[in-house]
């Protein structure tokens, strides 16, 4: 299973981004889908997740009604609607799938496959 994130980008306080993870390599369900985030200096943390039935959406309080979470069945994406962003959402952005785990969580010791990361700027 792999999954890869793009749309990472400079944008001003305020503006929004919308970042996609493409998942390949799995045959039946589609996946349990995390992102998560790393700002300059801090620890990697869980923003958001879908499980995999899609019933199960959570976010991390940071987050809560500015981040959105969707999915493309067909496209095999899952994209992040970054909206009304701030300088403190400034980091690396992976996305990352159990290999068997389910449900929804922001437990990155869940995750077995990880994505690079892509970059998002949040500055004036």
């Known amino acids: 299973l792999q999954v890869v994130e793009s749309g990472g980008d400079l944008v001003k306080p305020g503006g929004s981004l919308r970042l996609s993870c493409v998942v390949s390599?799995?045959?039946?369900?589609?996946?349990?889908i995390g992102w998560f985030r790393q700002a300059p200096g801090k620890e990697r943390e869980g923003i958001s997740c879908?499980?995999?039935?899609?019933?199960?959406?959570n976010y991390a309080d940071p987050v809560k009604g500015r981040f959105t979470i969707s999915r493309d069945n067909a496209k095999r994406t899952v994209y992040l609607e970054l909206n009304s962003l701030k300088p403190e959402d400034t980091g690396v952005y992976y996305c990352?799938?159990?290999?068997?785990?389910?449900?929804?969580?922001?437990?990155?010791?869940?995750?077995?496959?990880w994505g690079q990361g892509t970059q998002v700027t949040v500055s004036s």
């Open positions: 879908l499980s995999s039935f899609g019933g199960n959406i």
């Open positions: 390599g799995f045959t039946l369900e589609f996946p349990t």
């Open positions: 990352a799938a159990p290999q068997k785990f389910k449900l929804c969580s922001l437990n990155q010791a869940v995750y077995d496959f």
